[in-house]
C-alpha cells in the first residue's frame, strides 16, 4: 500500500522514521477510528445525493467504507507513515478500489474538518458514558444518605471538630457537588454535538455540499456554522476538560476524606479490601491504594487541562497543527476520570461505616457548643456575641458545667448569673447533646433527619430526570448511527 498518497505531488524525498513518528497522530489516532469511518461513509453519502459524485463512484465506495465498519480497521491502516488515520484510510480505500474510484472520497473536505468532526462524535459519546457513571455514583450516595439520616457524626471545619452532622448530610453535600458536575457536562455535551464538516481546510469548498445533510446523518444537532471556527477550535473540548477537572478535583476531596476516615485514629470508615493493598514489609497494613490513586490521577486530569489550554493560547487562525497535540489531551482526561468514577461507585457501595465510632466522636471536642449558646440567647435573653464569649471562655477552662459558665460570666463582666436566670444543668445537657443540636438544623438543607428527608426527595428526582437525559441522547445518536449505516446499505444493494 502507498503510504505517500497525500504527499507524492507535492514533496519528494523520503522521511526517516524518527521523524514520521515525531509527526504521526496515529496512536492517539486509534480513539477516532471508528469514527472516522462513519465520517466517510456520511461525506459520500451526502456527495452522491448533491450528485458531486456519480452514483457508480458511490457503489463502490460504500461497499469498501461498510467493510471497515463492520469488520474493523486492518492493522496496516495504522502506520505512523501515513501520518494520520484518515490518510491512513483514504490510502487503504485507493489500494482497493483503485484512484480512479477511492481517489474521489475526499473531494470537498479536508482533514481539518474531518478531524474535528472524529473528535467531537468520539467526546459526545464519552461525555454520555461519564454522564451515566456520574449518575451511579449519585444514585450510591443517594442510597447510602438514605440509610444514614441519623447517623450522628462530627463535622468539621479546619479539621477540627466544629459541630455534629449526619453522615447523610455529609455524604450529600458529595451527591450536590456531583449533580453540579452533571449539569456542567450536560451543557458541554449542546457545544460539542454539533457539526465542523463541510468545513474543509476552513473556507468551506465550491462543491454544492450539504452540511446540515451531513450532520443529520452523523446525528449532531447543529452546524458549527462559521467555517474557520469550525476547523479552528477546541474551547467545545476545553470546556470538557475543566468540567472534568473540576469534577476530579471533587472526587479527590471524596477520596482524601475516605483515606482519612479509615486511618487507624479516625476508624469512621473501612473500606473494602478489594479496594486496598498491604505492605511488602508490615504484615498487618491494610492501605486505601485506590483512593490514592484517585486523588493522584485528579492531578492528571487537571494536567491534560492545562496542557490543552497551553496548546491553543497562541494559535493563530485556523488550523495549525499544534491542534494535533491537543487531542490526546482530551482522551487521557476522560480516560483517566472514567476509570475513578467506575471504581469509586463500588469502592463506595462496599464501604462500611462505623456509626457507632462516628456518634462518640459527634459530641466531642465541645462541638455542641454553638447550641449552648444559642439556648442562652433563646431561653435567656442573652445577645449572641455575650453567649459565645461565655461559652468560649468556659471551654477555655474546660467544662461547660453551670458552675463554669456562671463564673465566666462574671469574669467576662457581664454581671450576670445564669443560675439566676433559671439555667440548669439539665437544660445544659439537653443543648450540648449532638441528636438534639443535629435534630434542630431543620433549614433547607440543614442536617436534620427532616430536612434531609426532603433533599433525598428532591435528589431522587433530579436522578430520574438526569438517566433520562442520557438514555434519550444514547438512544438518539444510536438511532441516527444505525440509519446511516442502512441507509449506506440500501444504496449499495
Ligand atoms: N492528524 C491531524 C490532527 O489531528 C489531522 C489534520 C491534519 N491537517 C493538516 N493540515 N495537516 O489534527
Known sequence: ??????????????????????????????????????????????????????????????????????????????????????AGIEAMLIESVGVDVGGRMHMGRSRNDEVATCIRIKLRDDLLKQMAALVKVREVLVALAEKHRDTVMPGFTHLQHAQPTTLAHHL??????????????????????LSPLGAAAFASTG?????????????????????????????????????LSILMANTSRLCEELIIWSTSFVKFVSLDDAFCSTSSIMPQKKNPDTAEIMR?????????????????????????????????????????????????????????????RMKQEAAKGFSTATELADTLVRNYGLPFRTAHNIVGRAVQKGDL??????AAAQELGAGLSLT????????????????????????????????????????????????ALVDERLAKLSTAKDELIADARRLVA
Open 1 to 86: 500500500m502507498r503510504t505517500d498518497v497525500v504527499r507524492l505531488g507535492r514533496l519528494s524525498g523520503e522521511r526517516t522514521g524518527e521523524m514520521m513518528q515525531f509527526l504521526s497522530s496515529m496512536h492517539a489516532d486509534r480513539c477516532i477510528a471508528d469514527a472516522d469511518v462513519l465520517v466517510d461513509i456520511a461525506h459520500v453519502l451526502m456527495l452522491d445525493r448533491q450528485k458531486v459524485i456519480e452514483h457508480e463512484i458511490t457503489r463502490q465506495l460504500l461497499p469498501a467504507l461498510l467493510v471497515l465498519h463492520d469488520e474493523g480497521i486492518p492493522e496496516e491502516v495504522f502506520d505512523d507513515r501515513f501520518e494520520d488515520v484518515h
Open 172 to 193: 450529600l453535600a458529595y451527591e450536590q457537588m456531583y449533580s453540579r458536575d452533571f449539569d456542567r457536562l450536560r451543557d458541554a455535551y449542546t457545544r460539542v454535538n
Open 207 to 243: 462543491y454544492p455540499i450539504n452540511r446540515e445533510l451531513t450532520a443529520r446523518l452523523l446525528g449532531f444537532d447543529g452546524l458549527v456554522t462559521n467555517t474557520m471556527d469550525a476547523v479552528a477550535s477546541r474551547d467545545f473540548a476545553l470546556e470538557v476538560l475543566a468540567d
Open 296 to 356: 493522584a490521577k485528579s492531578g492528571s486530569v487537571f494536567g491534560a487541562y492545562s496542557a490543552a489550554m497551553m496548546t491553543v493560547k497562541g494559535l493563530p487562525m485556523s488550523y495549525n497543527r499544534d491542534l494535533q497535540e491537543f487531542t490526546p489531551n482530551i482522551w487521557r482526561g476522560m480516560h483517566d476520570t472514567k476509570a475513578c468514577l467506575r471504581l469509586l461507585i463500588d469502592m463506595l457501595a462496599s464501604a462500611t461505616f462505623d456509626t457507632e
Open 401 to 406: 458545667s453551670l458552675a463554669t459558665l456562671d
Open 420 to 467: 439566676a436566670k433559671g439555667l440548669t444543668q439539665e437544660k445544659i445537657d439537653e443543648a450540648l447533646d449532638a441528636v438534639h443540636s443535629v435534630a434542630l438544623r431543620r433549614a433547607p438543607g440543614g442536617p436534620a433527619p427532616f430536612a434531609t428527608k426532603i433533599a433525598l426527595e428532591e435528589c431522587r428526582k433530579l436522578l430520574d430526570r438526569d438517566s
